[in-house]
Antibody
Framework: EVQLVQSGAEVKEPGATVKISCKVS????????VHWVQQAPGKGLEWMGL????????IYTENFQGRVTISADTSTDTAYMELGSLRSEDTAVYYC?????????????WGQGTLVTVSS | QTVVTQEPSFSVSPGGTVTLTCGLS?????????PSWYQQTPGQAPRTLIY???VRSFGVPDRFSGSFLGNKAALTITGAQADDESDYYC??????????FGGGTKLTVV
């Protein structure tokens, strides 16, 4: 069974950095992209970026460029999303999403989400 | 910047058929955009329904189907049920390598 298990909720002050993990199991981690998606309270889904775990290459959307770093650790089959210079608007649920089993790389199986609250 | 358009809201009667669409502000949606569709109920993670235009994800009932309608991607739900009342999102792939979500459609079954 494919599972994506994310780390727990975080509370951060403005200006801080948060790093969320996404532990993958049930398939070969390096074979499929892992995406990250933001959902602010009461809002829609926003794609942030992805990592190819095979070679670590990343693609980010302009909206988060410069503040987000997505990475993958193939020794633990875990993807990470680090978001810096946090502001109140970054209060949201963050999802990791694997492309498994789609070789094109679309968003397929979702983690449970991690709530990040930015507040002083 | 690319904008992906969806109807903000839609309603359907129980047992009825509804088609939601997903368009691009400055282009037609095509197979090369690999349009996908997701269903989300409050407090839950999204669930993948359709990917690559018309491929149903594992376990998704055949009441859900994907296609094109004119220059847009479309999600059709036939025989609507009460638990289809959800938010529906599409996402498209852009040649730059990024994926862009639409704003979502809130579907009411009444």
């Amino acid at each position: 069974e494919v599972q994506l298990v994310q780390s727990g909720a975080e509370v951060k002050e403005p200006g801080a950095t948060v790093k969320i993990s996404c532990k993958v199991s049930g398939y070969t981690f390096t074979d499929y992209y892992v995406h990250w998606v933001q959902q602010a309270p009461g809002k829609g889904l926003e794609w942030m970026g992805l990592v190819d775990p095979e070679d670590g290459k990343t693609i980010y959307t302009e909206n988060f460029q410069g503040r987000v770093t997505i990475s993958a650790d193939t020794s633990t089959d875990t993807a990470y999303m680090e978001l810096g210079s946090l502001r109140s608007e970054d209060t949201a649920v963050y999802y990791c999403v694997t492309a498994y089993p789609d070789i094109v790389g679309s968003l397929q199986l979702w983690g449970q989400g991690t709530l990040v609250t930015v507040s002083s | 910047q690319t904008v992906v358009t969806q109807e903000p809201s839609f309603s359907v009667s129980p047992g009825g058929t509804v088609t939601l669409t997903c368009g691009l502000s400055s282009d037609s949606v095509s197979t090369g955009h690999y349009p996908s569709w997701y269903q989300q109920t409050p407090g839950q993670a999204p669930r993948t329904l359709i990917y690559s235009t018309d491929v149903r994800s594992f376990g998704v009932p055949d009441r859900f189907s994907g296609s094109f309608l004119g220059n847009k991607a479309a999600l059709t739900i036939t025989g609507a049920q009460a638990d289809d009342e959800s938010d529906y999102y599409c996402v498209v792939y852009m040649s730059s390598g990024i994926w862009v979500f639409g704003g979502g459609t809130k579907l009411t079954v009444v």
